[in-house]
């Protein structure tokens, strides 16, 4: 049960986890459910670490939990704070959320289908996991395209963000902790940005449906 | 010994199926504040039905007639072939989940026959009815019953039993999300609200039974209550079978039936109060929830091709 096995157990519980803030219905609920998903990519980083025996992993988880499970999901809350009282947040999704299971089941599957092609000693005992992270673009951008509600794309974003972070410790488990800096900040400013621009909009336009949003002009 | 616990089985389940039901009911009751009718009603409810004599409709046919036995018989069957006390089946032969899904489809076939055969107009949209909600639930059953198959490498129930109990269905992760799965199929089976609504006999949903009378609409009672303990019986045999006896060895084989009673006891009780706090969905809308289902179903096999 340990070792690479983990990895790919927990692997899973991210594709079920992300599942999850795709469906959640609240942006509320789904905040708490992206730092959910977090504390399981900082698993996946520790039990990777302990694998592999890289120490630079463990750097890594610890960011994460700093950067993901807790300061992206209390900005994503206050955002909503924010503008919760001024606009409707929590609009119905494009796609019967019921139907969006079956699709990601089917991105899962693509993304599985694909990894199976690379040859790499680095990912041999870990092409679930790798299914996985790749599989996290393509959830990710089901997320922005099922969403009406611009505040709910932003998940979108967090999650492709994610997969690309199992993608690199999974690849390059030795890589130096500059890397991951990178990957870090890059997920803190985005996210500051994104919610910026959703609070802006929200005051401007009275609407956090992206359909209404087609006129943002100069 | 396997053959008398096989019998066994099938006469404990179908003597017990109406005091499930009638719980279920008591529970119904206590959640509306009303006082309820004693939990052996369904006992006198049966009692009554088959002393009255059977009246039939003029134009019905040799369906009509087999239906309620058929109906009970192949529940009574499956009951007798479920791995319940033991990690095993007790009949191999009917332990097969192949058996066990046409078993589950050949009384819904005859009903709708029924529903067919009948003059009602009632019975027949009733008819049409029960065989949407097979057609929407049993793809979700039958590919959950396959990845259990591939999982323990048998389409024996008595061996995927074996491998949930000794935790040794190889893709973890797989069998978890199957057995969630599952559990959602077998509560749509179990024709509980918000789907349907097992004792509406005089609605529209168990339409076909309302061309029934006397002894047989007593043995399709009997036959939907024991409906429900098979199909909550199947979900703790496949994904909960731990405590079962490992050997047909007398004291094991009772301690796992008394878990066994414990354990089906416990998901007809959550299923209970799941529903009693819903409400009763149109038909038009079913889909959406079943596509849920089909959903999580596909995910457990994806994660099975995966390997995690």
């Given amino acids: 049960m340990f070792g690479y096995p983990l990895v790919n157990v927990l692997g899973a519980c991210l594709i079920i986890t992300s599942m999850m803030v795709v469906l959640a219905r609240t942006g509320r609920a789904a905040a708490c459910l992206y730092s959910l998903q977090s504390l399981v990519l900082v698993g996946v980083l520790a039990s990777l670490g302990a694998v592999t025996g890289s120490g630079e992993l463990y750097t890594w988880s610890a960011t994460a939990f700093a950067t993901k499970v807790v300061l992206v999901p209390a900005i994503l809350l206050f955002t909503l704070k924010k503008i919760g009282g001024e606009v409707p947040v929590d609009l119905p999704p494009k796609l019967n959320p019921m139907k969006s299971v079956a699709l990601v089941a089917v991105e899962v599957f693509v993304c599985f289908v694909a990894v199976s092609g690379i040859d790499l000693p680095t990912a041999a005992a870990v092409k679930p996991t790798l299914a996985v992270s790749l599989a996290h673009f393509f959830i990710g951008l089901t997320c922005i395209v099922i969403q009406r509600s611009i505040f709910k794309q932003i998940f979108g974003y967090c999650l492709m963000e994610n997969g690309s972070h199992v993608t690199l410790a999974l690849l390059a488990p030795q890589a130096p902790e500059l890397v991951e800096i990178g990957v870090a900040t890059d997920a803190i400013f985005a996210v500051v940005i994104l919610a910026v621009l959703v609070a802006r909009m929200a005051r401007y336009a009275r609407t956090l449906n992206a359909d209404d949003l087609c006129e943002l002009k100069g | ?308």
């Avoid at chain 2, 396997?2 to 389940?13: D, R, W």
């Avoid at chain 2, 259990?148 to 190889?170: F, H, P």
């Avoid at chain 2, 024991?226 to 079962?244: D, E, R, T, Y």
């Avoid at chain 2, 008394?258 to 009763?280: D, F, H, Q």
């Fill in chain 2, 1 to 308: 010994m396997t053959i008398i616990i096989a019998i066994l089985q099938a006469v404990l389940l179908v003597a017990a199926a109406p005091l499930a039901s009638g719980v279920a009911r008591k529970i119904r009751a206590k959640m509306h504040s009303r006082t309820g009718t004693s939990v052996l009603q369904d006992y006198y409810d049966l009692a009554k039905l088959w002393r009255r004599c059977e009246v039939r409709e003029g134009g019905s046919g040799l369906v009509s007639r087999i239906a309620p036995p058929v109906f009970l018989g192949s529940f009574a069957l499956i009951a007798a072939g479920l791995p319940l006390a033991m990690q095993a089946c007790p009949i191999p032969l009917l332990g097969d989940i192949i058996t066990v899904l046409y078993l589950m489809a050949l009384p819904r076939f005859i009903f709708s026959l029924a529903a067919i055969d009948s003059a009602g107009s009632y019975t027949a949209i009733g008819g049409i009815r029960e065989l949407l909600v097979g057609v929407l639930v049993e793809p979700s059953l039958m590919l959950v019953l396959f990845v259990m198959a591939v999982a323990a490498g048998s389409t024996n129930l008595g061996i995927m039993t074996q491998a949930v109990g000794t935790l040794t269905a190889y893709p973890f992760v797989a069998v978890v999300v199957a057995g969630v799965a599952c559990a959602m199929a077998c509560y749509i089976e179990m024709g509980k609200l918000p789907f349907d609504l097992a004792e509406a006999e005089q609605e529209i949903q168990e339409g076909p039974l309302a061309a029934y009378s006397g002894p047989s609409l007593a043995m399709l009672k009997l036959g939907v209550s024991v409906k429900q303990l098979v199909v909550a019986s199947l979900f703790v045999a496949v994904f909960l079978p731990f405590g079962a006896a490992q050997a047909p060895d007398a004291g094991a084989v009772l301690i796992g039936f008394l878990l066994y009673a414990v354990k089906v006891t416990a998901v007809l009780l959550v299923a209970a109060v799941i529903e009693n706090s819903v409400m009763r969905v149109r038909y038009k809308y079913l889909g959406r929830y079943t596509w849920f289902v089909v959903g999580i179903a596909s995910l457990s096999l994806v994660f099975l091709v995966i390997g995690i």
